[in-house]
C-alpha cells in the first residue's frame, strides 16, 4: 500500500465564470507542467471574452484533496498555483521514508506549520524530527526508554521489572520530550533550528515548478471592480475584496451556480 493514499488536487475555477453564475473548473493533479496547465485555463475559459469583450483573466480554487492528514484545511480559495505545484512536486521527490516522515509529522499535528510557505518549508526540515516506528502509546514508550534504549537492563531490575508502570513512565517522558503517538509511531522534535529555505516570494521557486508563466497572474489583486445594481437605482461601480466571502457579502447570502 503506497504511503500516500491518493493524489494531490485541485479544483480550479474560472472566477469571472463564477461571478456570472456559472461552475466552470477543473480538476488538476498536481504536480504538473506549465504546458498542461495552460491546457485547462484554456478548457475552463482563462483568456476567453466575455460579452463586454473583456478576457476572463482570474481563477480560484473551490476545492482540494490531498493524501496527507491537515494540509487541505490549511489550504485557500486563493493560493498560488506555482506554490501548489511546487510543494507537490517536493512531496513527490521524498523518498518512500521520508515521505512515512511527513505523513507522521502532520497526523502528529506541527505547531510550525500554519500556510502553503510552512508546509514547502517543512520538507527540507525532516531531519528536525525523529519517528520511531512501533510505538503506538505511552506503556510502549515506556517499555522501550525502560528496556530497548540501554537507559536499564531488564537484567539488572530483575523481577521488579514487573512492577514498572510502564505507561506513567512513558506519559511523562512524551510530555517531556513534546512527543506525539500517531499511526506510523511516535513523533518527537530533534532539533527547534529550522532552516527555511523558501521565504513565500514566487521568484523563489524554481522555474521547473512554475505553471503559470510568469507568475503575475498568480499575485491578483486583492480587490476588484463590480457592478453594484439594486432595485430602484443606478447601477454603480464599487471596489471590493475579491474573496468569495466578499462577494457573497454583496448578494446577501451564497453564489451558487
Not at 34 to 47: A, N, P, S, Y
Not at 214 to 234: F, N, Q, W
Request: aromatic share 10%; with cysteine.
Amino acid at each position: 500500500m503506497p504511503v500516500l493514499d491518493g493524489d494531490f488536487e485541485a479544483f480550479v475555477t474560472n472566477l469571472g465564470k463564477y461571478n456570472e453564475g456559472m461552475l466552470i473548473g477543473e480538476w488538476v493533479k498536481l504536480p504538473t507542467t506549465e504546458e498542461e496547465m495552460q491546457k485547462v485555463f484554456e478548457r475552463i475559459g482563462i483568456g476567453k471574452q466575455d460579452e463586454f469583450g473583456q478576457p476572463y483573466e482570474e481563477w480560484f480554487i473551490t476545492d482540494y484533496e490531498c493524501p496527507i492528514y491537515g494540509v487541505q484545511k490549511m489550504l485557500g480559495e486563493y493560493e498560488s498555483l506555482d506554490k501548489l505545484n511546487y510543494l507537490a512536486a517536493l512531496i513527490d521527490e521524498l523518498s518512500l521514508s521520508d515521505q512515512e516522515k511527513l505523513v507522521a509529522i502532520m497526523e502528529a499535528g506541527c505547531d510550525e506549520v500554519s500556510d502553503i510557505d510552512d508546509l514547502i518549508n517543512l520538507t527540507f526540515n525532516l531531519d528536525c524530527y525523529d519517528i520511531m516506528p512501533g510505538i503506538n502509546d505511552e506503556s510502549d514508550l515506556g517499555y522501550y526508554y525502560a528496556h530497548e534504549a540501554g537507559i536499564y537492563s531488564e537484567k539488572d531490575l530483575g523481577p521488579l521489572a514487573n512492577y514498572i508502570d510502564y505507561e506513567r513512565y512513558g506519559r511523562d517522558i512524551a510530555m517531556d520530550e513534546q512527543g506525539r503517538f500517531t499511526d506510523e509511531g511516535y513523533v518527537r522534535v530533534a532539533s527547534e533550528r529550522w532552516d527555511r529555505q523558501f521565504d513565500g516570494e514566487l521568484d523563489d521557486i524554481p522555474d521547473e515548478y512554475r505553471i503559470t508563466g510568469s507568475g503575475e497572474a498568480a499575485e491578483r489583486d486583492s480587490t476588484i471592480a463590480v457592478l453594484i445594481v439594486e432595485p430602484g437605482k443606478e447601477p454603480y461601480v464599487k471596489e471590493i475584496d475579491s474573496g468569495l466571502e466578499s462577494l457573497q457579502h454583496e448578494v446577501g447570502g451564497c453564489i451558487e451556480a
